[in-house]
């Protein structure tokens, strides 16, 4: 999915939340997109939610 760039590899993910805390149920049915890069040895991403 992603690409190796010259500041490093590109990412996207798309991540699945689990929680049993009811004040957190509505991330269940969240459909998100990580996007990021790695940088180094750090990894920096975003994540956004799709409507």
């Given at each position: 999915?992603?690409?190796?760039?010259?500041?490093?590899?590109s990412?996207?993910?798309?991540?699945?939340?689990?929680?049993?805390?009811?004040?957190?149920?509505?991330?269940?049915?969240?459909?998100?997109?990580?996007?990021?890069?790695?940088?180094?040895?750090?990894?920096?991403?975003?994540?956004y939610?799709?409507?």
């Amino acid at each position: 999915m992603g690409q190796t760039t010259n500041a490093g590899a590109s990412l996207r993910t798309a991540p699945l939340f689990e929680t049993g805390d009811s004040r957190y149920v509505w991330l269940r049915r969240l459909e998100a997109v990580r996007v990021g890069e790695r940088v180094g040895t750090a990894v920096k991403y975003d994540v956004y939610a799709l409507k």
